[in-house]
């Protein structure tokens, strides 16, 4: 079954936070890197279309200017039209508000009521296959700026400048972290494990070299404008069984 209203605002909502601890200021997956720059895609009779072009994923896909920053549009019709977003029946078992990554599928649902759920097309990084279990989206951020761990730095030394001493990558569509970025803590820690935005949508559906889960720009900002406050986030390493 799929959405018959794909389009949710692109406008920051705003969320009560508390106090954060100063450890929550290191703000990537242990394993991203800055993003690298996507060439622009030109659509030529030559291109192999995956997914019939249509209003409503023009729309949904387009270009869209968020909080200053220009998010390109996404060629949609060159992606496997199952890792685009779109409302299906629930196959998750879990109940209304639950996050679930379905790691081993690239798919990551967001339950509804009435027995169906949200599903996105997702990347999934080293780290994102690194972790399973059940968390917390305890923090989130609009823009997000990237901070390098000291382990990763000490690697490339050419990240210091991205340092928390030095304040991070200032937020933008090339920042590893995109749009968005949501923050999955258990029992109360920081598991260094991230659902974020990215500008690289030929990522998506793909086991990537760096990051946790990572979304196409526009499916990130719909997920942070629809993810319940303090979510439940439920990681598979087995197929979710549809």
């Known amino acids: 079954m799929q959405e018959s209203d794909t389009q949710a605002p692109l406008t920051r909502r705003t969320f009560v936070l508390g106090a954060l601890p100063l450890a929550m200021s290191v703000s990537a997956c242990v394993s991203t890197q800055p993003a690298v720059k996507t060439q622009p895609v030109e659509e030529t009779p030559e291109a192999r279309i995956s997914t019939p072009r249509s209003p409503e994923r023009d ?65 999934i990084g080293r780290t994102g296959f690194s972790w399973e279990g059940e968390g917390v989206i305890h923090w989130r951020q609009h823009w997000p700026r990237w901070k390098p761990p000291r382990d990763m730095i000490a690697r490339d030394p050419a990240l210091e400048i991205y340092s928390v001493a030095n304040g991070g990558m200032a937020p ?6 995109g749009a968005r970025a949501l923050y999955i803590f258990q029992n109360g820690q920081d598991t260094l494990y991230r659902l974020h935005g990215s500008p690289e949508w030929s990522s998506i559906g793909n086991a990537v070299s760096s990051g946790c889960v990572r979304f196409l720009n526009q499916d990130v900002i719909d997920l942070y404008d629809r993810v319940p406050y303090h979510a439940r986030i439920v990681v598979r390493q087995q197929p979710v069984s549809v």
């Open 59 to 123: 729309l949904q896909y387009a270009a869209v200017t968020d909080d200053g920053h220009e998010i390109p549009a996404v060629p949609y019709w060159q992606m496997n039209p199952q890792m685009l977003r779109q409302r299906v029946e629930n196959p998750t078992g879990e109940p209304p508000g639950t996050v679930v990554v379905d790691t081993p599928s690239r798919f990551l649902y967001l339950v509804e009521d009435g027995g169906s759920a949200m599903r996105y097309g997702v990347g």
């Open 172 to 177: 933008g569509i090339m920042n590893p972290l």
